[in-house]
């Protein structure tokens, strides 16, 4: 039976007769020393440091979601989750709701290192206090007149939103940059309806679904757009969400399903306008 | 009177024997514990295993006494996301992102003792023929080559594990035989190249765990080579005195020519 905890096998048949030691001669060893001389002696003379951001942390937090768009809403939902002190096994499980239905190769700790990097998040102990710099000393135990280190309890790592972390998620807008974005792109506003009117029914709207509604528009064939590229815009607004395998609506999005049908109905009103007066007088005929 | 001397003697090579037994498993559970922190990342199985462990304070060797304490030190401090952190600690130590053979501590021999830092040279064909010639051979499974750090003290290990297993029955030839194979692989080999491999993890490593493993790995193969100078000993300078004697009679008959 193999010992499965060793990357050793220890059951090489030794009817192999085979010595391999012989088959090394003597030069190895006699050409060791040239090998290595002057080579491996060659010193590493810079020490690398790691980098220190001095930028304010408003500057380095608004960096961090730019970069890191497609986990804005993670980012942003860790930010408020962390208004009070939480337990990192509790923020954790919020990041794993969080990303539920968006997986994502960082890991809750990777996602709050980077918030407390840039400012956005702080470790606290339990009552709120900073949490002490350093790693505890460890314990010296004395066990049969030999002396021995044992691992310290440290005091359970909280995390809470810094000012500029509660700042930054207090500013966020969702409904502003929505009501931009569809004042932007007005010409497209019947798309956008069609989008978040179909998100808005029971169980959402599969992708196929919003494709084939939207693809073959003539409104998309010059320039040629898809559905995707408004779907992502309207996800980038915290307009409509992926859940459940379907897209579906936000509260938000429901305030700007209100916002595009009053944009929709005015330039139908203004098309009806222009259409009458284009067209041509009937006195006198 | 002479049954009495026997009977002494026989006794006492039993207490050194049952010493020695006692002392290689305790060697060979560093060389373990060295093994795995070199072999993979530490996860959270492990992590829990290590801050249970109780880590000598005062073994007579420096740089054993200041890996043990960093490492505990490190485990002290270190909370559920340790884990994430070690990783990616494990990557910028032993892996690097750089292509100039200068980025990382990598934990192969032939890097350390090739001239354009290369893998899978000489050393690895050397390592491989040593466990060979003790009937061992890598697992499929395991994937790096055989000159990877984790694997030669594994090597040290499985050779720890039959000087035991002489020990307790009683072939004195047997363990002679296997401790001077791994005097032997641990000059030959380990000794040679891993003081420059912890020298670069000193730098690349951050995390404490890391620069903790970095001097107690130096301090344990000091230690071994003390250990190994010791029981070798008599026999070195046994060799050293016969050569001096050799000297003089050979100038003496050169001289009569």
Redesign the interface.
Known sequence: M?DHS?????A?D?SMG????G??DDE?EED?GA??EG??GTP?TD??A?KVDTRPAAERIADLFQSMAPRRKTLMGMLTFCATPQA??AL?AEVHRLQADNFSVY????L??LLERAGGLARVTADGEPYPE????????E?DG?????????P??HWVATADGTAYAEADAPLARLTDLLNEDARYATIYERILNLTAQEGGATTPAINDAVDNDELLKSPRLYAPHFVDKLERCDAVEWRDKSWRITAVGQEGQRLVADLVAAQVAEAEADAAGDAPATDGQ | MTDTVTTDLAAEEAADLAALTELTAQRCAVYRLLARLYRVEVDEEFLAELKAMRFPAATGNTAVDTGYRTIATYLSGADAHAITDLAVDYVRAFIGHGIDAYSAAYPFESVYTSPKRLMMQEARDEVLAVYRSEGLDKLPTWKESEDHLALELEFMAVLGDRIVAAAEAGNEAEVERLLATQRNFLEDHLASWVPLMTADLRRFAQCGLYQGLASLTDGFIQVEQEFFDEIFGDEGEAAEAAEADAAPAATDAEEAE
């Open positions: 193999k060793s990357f050793l096998d220890l090489l030794d085979f010595d391999p030691l088959a090394f190895v060791a090998v290595t080579y491996l590493h020490e690398p790691p990192t096994d954790d890991t809750p700790a990777s709050a290192n350093g790693d505890p000393e460890p314990v010296l135990v066990v030999v002396s021995y280190y044992e691992a310290a309890e440290a359970a790592v």
